[in-house]
């Protein structure tokens, strides 16, 4: 079965600082990859998505992600954080090809940003 | 447009209770989904409809849980009688036919007690 690794629960960094959020999944056919971002008292936003075509993708607020395939790896990442960036992430992978299969989440990210 | 909304945001009761928690999608948006996020877990799914036809239910996690979604537009999701562990942020999503990205409500956050 499907899953998705999100190891870090819990992240602060500076404000200005860089950002790595990890995910990693398990799946048997290449996947879609999603980033979704929750602030706090609001629903979940995509960040940035990942299909086909140039493993590295640029999403809104200035964050991009990279999918490796041999790593089964899809990082979040951001060269500059700003305070607004505290909400929680979630990775989620869903089905290639077949558009309308639910997504299947990780754990999600806590990001704290001090200043 | 308007997007994906959920009614209400915030519900408080007491288990054994029964609630019903709203959902209306995106307009035109075929598929509409539920997941659930218990305290501290990954946000899991409960199910999908195709209109008003369910497509997946897989996910639901016990038959105290009833969701339809009337003429494929708004949905809901009635949980009687409700436990302690009912206890989450209940989302919705939906999306067009085909289309791999999920639009997601603000959730509603359900407390048990």
């Known amino acids: 079965a499907q899953s998705v690794t999100q190891p870090d629960i819990h992240i602060t960094v500076s404000e200005g600082a860089s950002l790595e959020l990890r995910c990693n999944y398990s799946y048997g056919a290449t996947p879609y990859l999603f980033w979704y971002v929750q602030s706090p008292g609001q629903g979940l936003q995509l960040l940035l998505k990942y299909f086909s075509g140039d493993t590295l993708v640029q999403g809104i607020k200035g964050f991009e992600a990279e999918f490796k395939r041999s790593q089964s790896s899809f990082n979040l990442r951001k060269p500059s954080v700003h305070w607004s960036d505290a909400a929680e992430y979630f990775c989620a992978v869903g089905l290639y090809n077949s558009g309308n299969t639910p997504l299947v989440f990780g754990k999600g990210t806590r990001l704290s940003v001090i200043a | ?113």
């Open chain 2, 1 to 113: 447009e308007a997007g994906v909304t959920q009614f209400p945001s915030h519900s408080v009761i007491e288990k054994g209770q029964t609630v019903t928690l709203r959902c209306d999608p995106i307009s035109g948006h075929d598929n509409l989904y539920w997941y659930r996020r218990v305290m501290g877990k990954e946000i899991k799914f409960l199910l999908h409809f195709v209109k008003e036809s369910k497509q997946d239910e897989s996910g639901m996690p016990n038959n105290r849980f009833l969701a339809e979604r009337t003429g494929g537009t708004y949905s809901t999701l009635k949980v009687q009688p409700a436990e302690l562990e009912d206890s989450g942020v209940y989302f919705c999503a939906s999306s067009p036919q085909g289309y791999a990205e999920a639009f997601f409500g603000q959730g509603t956050r359900l407390t048990v007690v």
